[in-house]
């Protein structure tokens, strides 16, 4: 096997080769001085089974065309299989029409992979269960839920949130930001022995993109909320607004402790500001996402996923 | 009872109707081509907070030809993204036929497999594009003909010399010889030197080492230059290393006036001042990129619109008329 990666989240690669023990086969990319630039594979892959890392994150399109470079160039140099893992996806929560006339981006980038007979796809947590369905290639969907529910469960964890260590899960409740997320809650439930959980009802204003969380909606009334721990789990952060006033609303209903866990730190504009300021108080991420030291805050920890994905590579 | 007209139902649907969008990379030139038109021009793009794309066409292309104009200049691969998702949205709206109007093709000079183990970064764009729904690409001056080969639908390359021959003409200048910087350039220069009737062709030599991109040394030349006005023609200016190497060589074989035309003026690293400290005495550059503040400021650069030039190829695919006895010069 030879191991690619792309440039949006090297540090993760290099976690991944580590745990298979391989070294990553290195890409050489010029930069031209119009801004082009041209990658080339320093290694043979005649009939070698290839896996490529790369996370469309910001800058989004350049690393999809990367990514989609050097798929080319493995394909054309002769490679067996080619393994396209992707971290992060890009562009995954413009997966249907919103609105007449839209584009439907994800389903455009899916057939990027298709048309380049991309062999395997490893992907984590999706927006959207639909989402794996929307390819034709064989894709696995992995997840950080059971990183976030061992994280939940340790006693650091507990003594650290709570006076009460012992009974930190008794005193817990799970909450999804917004209705979207109720599955991905159902799950972690799951997995912590049932624990109850609500949801934060989210309105969009789909023309100015605006959010107001002002309800709860589920199985536990607000009125339980009070002196309970709340455990917010969603698959991203992105500008961090729904999180921060999600918590918001918990707190004003008595909560004592809002801790946040999110797949992917997409951190746009000014979120780690916001929320290392907010009512959150701490906010547990996984790698899946590069996050460049000027992004890190106090409130920040973040959970490696390098295990699960060389896992699934074996 | 007297039966429904159905003749004006479908008098509804005007058969020439076309839609023209464009992206982000050049909205002056699909403006201008708009006013010829006499047509609107929408700009469907916008941006996501987390600097992802977001197209939402608002007309209605319900069985229309749709025309989608963007460069795909620098930033290049934002601008291929947004003509790609573009082309999206207009396929998923119903347009009858998407045609890409791309003046300048970025990637086009990673044609081939110069070495082994990289991609075909152009003929792979052009894939993505045709992925994505494109029916037709229109290109003007692209680097590599055969690219026109990477798929199986329609591609019309164009001349940008329709729209810079006419402001060479005005210039009105004597014993002209139209020269190619390099080897590769020569049959364009033969195309010039027959168009504006010249009394002779030069080409310069160079080569290029492509361990180091870009760096390029004239090495020598064929055809007499001495006390001519000469016409150095390219495709691209880049860097501008190659044509001012070869503009300095033409003077210093006794050269007149040198002139240089080309279709894109990319003017990448530092361009303009080579341009300013070299023997060129005028640049004559088209708007397939949309030109930056120096560029229109800079005194020796003269740029003529290829609008008239894009307007009537898409009223001619429109209508179905012959592109190549009209305007391919």
């Excluded at chain 1, 991309?118 to 794996?132: C, E, G, R, Y």
Aim: glycine share 4%.
């Amino acid at each position: 096997m030879k191991l690619f990666s792309g440039s949006s989240n090297k540090p993760l690669a290099e976690k991944i080769a580590e745990v298979l023990k391989i070294e990553i086969s290195p890409i050489e990319t010029m930069i031209f001085p119009d801004g082009e630039r041209r990658v080339k594979l320093n290694v043979s892959v005649v009939d070698e089974e290839t896996v490529i890392i790369q996370s469309t994150n910001t800058p989004v399109d350049q690393n999809y065309i990367e990514l989609y470079f050097i798929i080319d160039a493995l394909k054309r140099s002769g490679a067996k299989s080619v393994t396209v893992v992707i971290p992060y996806l890009g562009y995954q929560r413009q997966d249907h029409v919103f609105r007449d006339g839209e584009v439907v981006s994800l389903e455009v980038m899916i057939r990027f992979f298709e048309s380049l007979q991309v062999d395997n796809i490893i992907a984590l947590d999706l927006h959207s269960i639909k989402i794996p369905e929307m390819f034709h290639i064989s894709i696995k969907h992995l997840s950080a839920l059971p990183l976030f529910a061992e994280r939940m469960k340790s006693k650091a964890f507990n003594a650290l949130v709570s006076d009460n260590p012992e009974e930190f899960l008794k005193d817990s409740i799970l909450v999804s930001p917004d209705m979207g997320g109720l599955r991905r809650i159902e799950q972690i439930s799951e997995m912590l022995g049932g624990i109850p959980w609500i949801a934060t009802v989210k309105d969009r204003d789909l023309k100015t993109g605006e959010i107001a969380i002002k309800q709860f909606e589920g199985p536990v009334k607000p009125s339980d909320l009070s002196e309970k721990r709340a455990l917010i789990v969603d698959d991203m952060i992105s500008s961090g607004n729904t999180m921060v006033q999600s918590a918001q609303l918990l707190k004003d209903n008595g909560v004592l402790s809002c801790d946040v866990f999110a797949t992917h730190a997409i951190f746009s504009e000014e979120a780690p500001e916001f929320l290392q300021e907010s009512n959150i108080d701490r906010v547990y991420v996984t790698d899946t996402v590069f996050i460049p030291e000027e992004k890190y805050f106090p409130k920040l920890h973040v959970l490696p996923v390098a295990e699960m994905i060389a896992k699934a590579l074996r | 009872m007297p039966r429904q007209n159905d003749n004006n139902l479908f008098a509804t649907l005007d058969k020439d109707e076309f839609i023209l969008l464009t992206g982000r990379a050049n909205l002056e030139l699909a403006a201008s081509v708009g006013k010829i038109l006499n047509t609107e021009v929408t700009c469907p793009i916008s941006s996501f907070s987390d600097g992802e794309l977001r197209v939402r066409i608002q007309p209605n292309l319900r069985r229309r030809m749709v025309f989608l104009l963007q460069p795909t200049s620098s930033p290049v691969n934002d601008h291929i993204m947004e003509l790609i998702l573009m082309a999206d949205a207009a396929k998923r709206a119903s347009a009858s036929e998407i045609t890409a109007v791309i003046p300048y093709f970025g990637y086009a000079r990673q044609d081939r497999k110069e070495m082994s183990r990289v991609p075909i970064s152009a003929s792979a764009i052009a894939t993505l594009l045709i992925n994505a729904g494109v029916d037709r690409i229109v290109t003007i001056d692209v680097h590599s003909e055969q690219l026109e080969g990477s798929i199986k639908q329609p591609w019309d390359n164009l001349f940008a010399s329709y729209s810079l021959l006419p402001a060479i003409k005005k210039l009105h200048l004597k014993d002209l010889v139209v020269a190619s910087p390099d080897k590769g350039g020569f049959l364009q220069a033969a195309a010039y030197a027959k168009l504006l009737q010249t009394e002779g062709i030069a080409i310069a030599y160079k080569q290029r080492d492509i361990a180091f991109n870009d760096v390029s040394n004239t090495l020598g030349m064929i055809g007499e230059v001495k006390d001519k006005d000469v016409l150095l023609v390219d495709d691209i200016i880049g860097t501008a290393g190659t044509i001012v190497h070869a503009a300095n060589f033409m003077k210093q074989k006794g050269a007149r006036n040198v002139l240089v035309a080309a279709a894109h003026g990319v003017f990448s690293g530092d361009a303009l001042q080579k341009i300013n400290a070299s023997g060129i005495n005028e640049l004559i550059i088209s708007d397939t990129i949309r030109p930056r503040e120096e560029v229109l400021k800079n005194k020796k650069i003269t740029i003529v619109s290829v609008a008239p030039l894009l307007a009537e190829a898409i009223r001619r695919i429109k209508t179905g008329e012959s592109i190549s006895k009209a305007l391919i010069l």
